[in-house]
Structures are given as C-alpha cells and as structure tokens.
C-alpha cells in the first residue's frame, strides 16, 4: 500500500472491529513498526490497543460523554462533528486540565457522521471558543471510489472536501493533517493526484480487494493482495447415515442415498453465516465438502463421502487455502449477499487467532 502514496504520506492502519477479525492486538504488533497511526472506531478498542502500543490513534467513532475521560487519558485522537459534542469535549478535557487533538470530520456528500459543507464556518467559530481543544487535522470519506466506471461522485466529494480545507485555511489553519483515503481511495485518487497528508490502510493491509474492479486494474507482478486469514477448526465426528435420513433443524436436507458426514464444531455463533445452510463448502484434505442442513450456533455437517481418507480431528478450512483449493472471503460473501470484509469482520472474537 505503500507504493501507492507519495513520499512523506502517513499510513494509518486500521484496526477497528478487531482489525477487520482478525485479531486488534495482534495485528498491532506486527504492524507497529510499519504505521504511523493507528485507527480504532471507540474507547473500548483504545483502551486495548494501548495493552501493546502507545502509537498515535485515531478515534473515528462515536466516543460518549462518559467515555471522553478515558480517551482523553489514552492520548486517543477525537474525531469531531457536532456543536454539543465539542462543547462536551472541551469542558471534560477542561476539568482534566489537559489539552486534546482532533480531526474535523466532513460530510463531504456521503450523508452520515460529519459537518456539512455550508455549516464548517459556524463550527470553526465554535472551535475558536474551545481552548482546550487542538485542530490537529480534517478529515472526509468516498462513498464509491471503488466504482471506477464513474468517478462523477468522488469528484464531487473531493471537490467539497477541498473547499472545507481552504475555509479552514482562510481562518488562519495552517499544516492541518487531512485525509480521505481508504484502501479504494488510496488506489484510485492518492496514486494518481491525491493530496492527503494521512491515508488510512484497512481492506487493503488485511489483502483483500474492495472490488473486482479494482483488482482487475491495479493487480500485476510488483503489486498483488494476499489474504491474510486462514479460519480452521477440526472434524469432531464421522459416520455414515442411511437413505432418507435428515439432517439438521427443519428436516432442510433428507439424504438420497447413503452419506458419509462429518460434523464441523462451528456454527452462526462463530461467524459462520446461517445462510451458508445447503449451500457453503469447507476443505478437507484439500477437496470442497458441500455443508448439507441448516448452520446451527455452534456446529453443522458436510458431505465426505467422496473421501477416501478422513479422520477425527483433521483440519478443516472455512476460509483460505488447503492444498490446491481455496475458499475465498468473496465467494462466501457472494453466497450470502454480502462483501468480504464482513465475512473476516464477523468471526467471533474469542476464537484463537494464531500469527504465523
């Protein structure tokens, strides 16, 4: 990702939802000597990170009243959007007697968290009344960068967010950190004409495309995303059932003839989505086994009767590589109706994660 930013940009990787699933603090600290910042979404996730990594932070998300003291004292970096929010900020960081940074967030035509354009003005002025608060950066987001057969959008986006920035000049800010950039942006906009000081890494550091548009026209020799999660678990039963034989809640699938099963001790409780039912595939011994049934919460069973060699306890692949075959987070994601990262993003967290 590096080698599509400008020298001297900041690399803020993200870490948010346990590093997209795959483990905060773990990825935190193979990554310390790599980013610049970091980026979370609350305190909760601060309070962590600081367990491994006192880096600069930012905190993009939602930060309560009652939970600004223990950002405020992690050295989180807020992000700002709203008057009341401010004023809240500045007079808890008051009583604190501490002084706090923070990115302006615009809502540069992407309708959520953020000040409109036509409001920046009234904002800066409410800044002004806030000694306790430092305007160390702006900050935006691209709502469909990643669509590259119509940039219409993003302009417009860039164009609003580049007029916040020389609003926030005229009042006398100078050396404002912005950024605008996800991994979509920093391929699309930051390696042709971007001028962000910070750019924030996270599909992209985790090796997963944002499209396959993107894949298509950025991926060559000298530049390719390599998944970087592998989730496995291991066979917990073999047998054989008869012909006309359910299987599972809701009778979903009757067997049609003999069927050799394996149970799998995964369920919807772990991640592994319910409407993979009938439908999902795992690896054994480096073949796909069809899931026949319904995903329970914390098991389901495959069909292994074309294997000629299985075992309790052999390893099973719901996501990644085994052998020759690999299931990828977009294949599952296009079974469900849904987009990779929330496949990695909604493996449960206490299950192991285990760096190699």
Known sequence: MKSLVKPGVKIAAVIKANAYGHGQNEVVQILEDDADYFQVDDARELELLRQVSQKPTLVLGFVSKEEMPSVIGNEGIFSVYDEGQI???????????????????????????????????????VLADCSNIVVDGIYSHFANIEDTSDFSHAQKQIDSFTQAVKIFEKNGYSDLQTHISASSGIMVYENAQGKSSIVRAGLGIYGMWPSEELKERFESESFKLKPVMRWVTHVAQIKTLP?????GYGLTYITSKQTK????????????????????????????????????????????????????????????????????????????GSINYEITTRVFAMLPRVIK
């Open 87 to 125: 004023f809240s900020l500045n007079e808890i960081s008051a009583g604190l007697n501490k002084k706090v940074s923070v990115h302006l967030k615009i809502d540069a035509c992407l309708g959520r968290q953020g000040v409109l354009i036509e409001n920046v003005q009234k904002i800066i002025d």
């Open 243 to 247: 012909e006309n034989y359910s299987i």
């Open 261 to 336: 099963i394996a149970v799998i001790p995964q369920g919807y409780s772990d991640g592994y989505d319910r409407g993979l039912s009938n439908i999902g595939e795992v690896l054994i011994n480096g073949s796909r086994c069809k899931v026949l049934g319904r995903i329970a919460m914390n098991m389901f069973v495959v069909d292994v009767s074309h294997l000629d060699k299985i075992a309790l306890e052999d390893e099973v692949v719901l996501l990644g590589k085994q052998e020759d075959e690999e299931i990828t987070a977009e294949e599952i994601a296009a079974h469900i």
